[in-house]
Each structure stands twice: as structure tokens, then as C-alpha cells.
């Protein structure tokens, strides 16, 4: 709770405050999260089976107007419990979360980031959620929190996302509240090569 990404995101969290954001932080690096077992016991439950952070965290997803996930850099991929995490809560929700806002915030101690910071990517655009992006890749470096505050370039491009989220939060809200409603998609249409 107190590493390099956790630096990465006070930074974001303190521009958001700015721009009059609310945040809440929740950290699951130091808890146990299995991964899913396609039981497919949410889709009739409404959530997962697995009574842990998961289903905690979804009321507070289902409630959000944005996003913004986490994770250092592990043999260029995202933490572990952490995708175990995303799989089950986008999975096992039931509600949509098509216009609520996501970013991602990935630190690394060299390099493997871009490729971390893709993997969640995946979620949002999979769930027809706009990302908000910043001057450069989400990312920090450093070994220690005390490395990534002198990467003076990932602390710009974190305060940089906190304001283009705010403002793309802002936008969102004033198109609803001005009767924009949001795109009523087709029924969504699988391929399937069954003969």
C-alpha cells in the first residue's frame, strides 16, 4: 500500500481531488484473490461464488463513475492477483459498464510496462468504457517510492491523467445532465462456427 504505484497513483488522486473528484482507494496486493473457475454461478447469482474482495469491491464499482487500476510490473504483466481480481469482478458483475471512465497506472522499475499497462486496457475496451489517456504511457519508474518521486516525467504524466479524467468525467456528467443520452447499442451478436 505504500510502494511505487501507490506513489503513482497519490499523485493522480491528489489532481482529482483538485479538480473536486472523489476518490476511494482499495488495495488488494496483499490479499489472497483466487482465480475463476468459469462455474458461471454469477450469471444466475448476481455475483461470484467466491466470497472475497471481489464482491465487495463490485458495489463500489456499480456506484463509480470511473476507474483507475493499478498494478507494478511483473515479467512485463500486470500482478497476478490482480488479474485474477479483474477477470472475476468484470466477469461476475452483471451490471454495465459501458460509459464509466477507466485508466490504468502501471510502475515499473525499467521496463515490461507497456505491456502490463495493455493487459488492463483489455477490460475497459471490452466493456465499451472510454480510457482516459495522458501526454505519455500511464507509468512510472523507480525501486523504491523515493525513485519513482524523482521520475519527474511519470509524476507529470500522472497529474496529466488526473486531469483528463476529471475534465472526461465532467464532460460525461454535462452531457447528461444537458439530455445527451448514451448510444443504445445492437444486441450484441457472438460468432459462432457451429456446423
Known amino acids: 500500500p505504500k510502494g511505487c504505484t501507490a506513489r503513482a497513483f497519490d499523485e493522480v488522486e491528489k489532481t482529482l481531488h483538485e479538480q473536486g473528484i472523489e476518490t476511494e482507494r482499495v488495495n488488494i496486493g496483499n490479499k489472497a484473490i483466487r482465480g475463476c473457475i468459469g462455474c458461471y454461478q454469477c450469471q444466475t447469482k448476481g455475483e461470484c461464488v467466491f466470497k472475497d474482495q471481489v464482491n465487495e469491491v463490485a458495489s ?5 463513475d470511473g476507474v483507475i487500476i493499478g498494478t507494478p510490473t511483473y515479467y512485463a504483466h500486470p500482478n497476478g492477483g490482480l488479474m485474477a481480481f479483474l477477470d472475476r469482478l468484470f466477469f461476475s458483475t452483471p451490471f454495465s459498464k459501458a460509459f464509466k471512465v477507466g485508466a490504468t497506472v502501471v510502475s515499473s522499475r525499467r521496463a515490461g510496462s507497456t505491456s502490463a499497462f495493455d493487459d488492463i486496457n483489455k477490460y475497459f475496451t471490452i466493456s465499451g468504457m472510454p480510457i482516459a489517456s495522458s501526454t505519455y504511457w500511464n507509468e512510472v519508474h523507480g525501486f523504491t517510492p ?22 472526461l468525467l465532467k464532460c460525461i456528467e454535462a452531457g447528461k445532465n444537458a439530455g445527451i443520452s448514451y448510444p443504445v447499442h445492437e444486441e450484441i451478436t457472438f460468432t459462432n462456427f457451429i456446423r
Do not use: I, P, S, Y
Open 146 to 167: 523515493e525513485d519513482v518521486r524523482q521520475d519527474l516525467e511519470g509524476m507529470q504524466t500522472m497529474r496529466t491523467l488526473g486531469q483528463n479524467m476529471a475534465w
Open 60 to 64: 463500489l464499482f456499480k456506484e463509480a
